[in-house]
Each structure stands twice: as C-alpha cells, then as structure tokens.
C-alpha cells in the first residue's frame, strides 16, 4: 500500500479537494490518500463549503474528510506529502528531522510543471470561481499523480 498525503495551510480548501480527487482516480484499496494543515484553526471541520461544492459538482463527496494538524510523525506514515504551495513547502521541510523526511515532500503542481515550483493559489478569499480553477489545477496534477504511483 502507498502511503499518500495532501498539505495546505487550514485543510479546508486546497488539500481535501487534492484528498478526494486523487482518490476517485486510483484504486483505494492499493492506497491510503489523506490530508491536512499546516494550521490549527479549522481542526476537526468539514472542508470549506466551496471545496464541497465543487467537488460534488465534479462527482466527487470529501464530506466524510475532517481537518487535521500535519504532524512530524506523518513522515512515518507517508510515502509521499504533496504541498499546495512554497509557504506549506518551507513549513514541511523545516519539521523534516533527516533528509529522508524531505525527499518525501513535493510541490504538487511539479507533476505537471516539472521544477517550476507554482503555488496553487489559496481560493480561500476568492470568489466561487477560484475554486473551480484550483479544482482543474489539481485534477491535472492527479492525474499525473495516478499514472506515477
């Protein structure tokens, strides 16, 4: 089994969107796909509504997903940690305790733009529209993501 986690900055925007939409393209039962925060504040919440709602307009249902803290022991029980943006990357990395540890850690748009390190951008603040951009952009990088793992 593969061990796969999502992070962003509260864990109720771009990380359970990137949860539910990998885990609607490979087989569950070969992965274990997870997410969580880099924050504290939305701890135990449902995903933002926004996130719900586009999801479940693309056929996918993350209401089952809560908000969790990313812990250094995630290191322990993930194979992958794929970042949503260089803010989340830099607070990973600086709880990484060997190297290790931080060949696990990825920008998740390096899938589909090798090296370029892109954010995706926090649609928290944004209008409904940012969210069905963040929605592509994360598909596409599932995409890749599937046909790696």
Not at 11 to 33: H, M, T, W, Y
Not at 34 to 43: E, K, L, N, R, V
Not at 122 to 131: L, Q, T
Request: charge should be negative; glycine fraction near 4%; include cysteine.
């Amino acid at each position: 089994m593969i061990n796969v986690l999502m992070v962003c900055l509260g864990n109720i925007c771009r990380s359970p969107l990137a949860e539910g939409i990998l885990k609607s393209k490979v087989n569950i039962d070969q992965f274990f796909i997870d997410s969580a925060g880099t924050g504290s504040w939305h701890i135990g919440e449902l995903p933002d509504i926004r996130s719900i709602q586009v999801a479940k307009k693309n056929n996918i249902n993350i209401t089952n997903q809560r908000c969790r803290q990313f812990l250094v022991e995630d290191f322990d029980e993930f194979d992958l940690i794929f970042v949503m943006d260089n803010s989340n990357y830099k607070t990973v990395i600086s709880l990484a305790r060997n190297d290790s540890d931080k060949r696990k850690v990825n920008l998740i748009l390096n899938q589909i733009y090798p090296g370029d390190n892109l954010d995706v951008p926090d649609p928290y603040y944004d209008e409904n529209r940012g969210f069905d951009r963040v929605f592509e952009m994360l598909n596409n990088a599932c995409d890749r993501i599937a046909e790696t793992i």
